[in-house]
């Protein structure tokens, strides 16, 4: 069996004339790397990584297309509660090993695509993957659009219970505010 990092680690100039087709999952042992240090990638919500894609040869470049999904434990910013999120992307990168004269070049100019020069011809095609799931990471997400959240008083989760805080009147130190009047 061919290691991971044949499978993934591509020569560009090696690929098939036909590419290189992908339609599985990639297990978290292998697709987490050190970016992944504070998520936790050992619980049983974290997925495999699944991605089907293709990398073929379109007018001189290479190009790695597909979608990808992965299920991932995370805390809602609201109430803090644990959920699992699934996040999915789609990639459509656009590789040349390097431009071999300036007629390439203007070529590539002329079509608006920017494609990543690769000096060694080599394709990290986990890293690309990486990336992309990182750009679709949001910081902030919440369990559900439903989510009340904690009290803000109390800290009580407002969606398994409720709180007398709202209840409470307490003075308000620029309630004074609204009784000054201004001229008009």
Known sequence: MRSHRDKYNLILQEVARSGRQWNES???QVFADESFADLNVE???????SWQ???GVEAGQFVLSGKWKLQVPRACSKCNGVFVD???GEIDEHYIIEPKHEEM????????????????????????LREHFWLAW??????????K?????????LNKGSCDCHKQVKENAFA???NLKFDA
């Not at 619980?43 to 990584?49: A, E, L, M």
């Not at 959240?149 to 989760?157: I, R, T, W, Y």
């Open 105 to 128: 070049q203007a070529e590539l100019e002329l079509t608006g695509n920017e494609p990543e020069a690769l000096e060694s011809g080599e394709l990290d095609v986990l890293a690309a």
């Open 149 to 157: 959240g904690l009290c803000l008083q109390c800290g009580v989760d």
């Open 176 to 178: 004074a505010l609204k």
């Open 138 to 147: 949001q910081p902030m997400v919440v369990c559900d659009r439903a989510c």
């Open 26 to 28: 990639i297990s978290k």
């Open 53 to 55: 894609g293709t990398l």
């Open 43 to 49: 619980s049983p919500d974290f997925g495999d990584f």
């Open 86 to 88: 699934v996040l999915s």
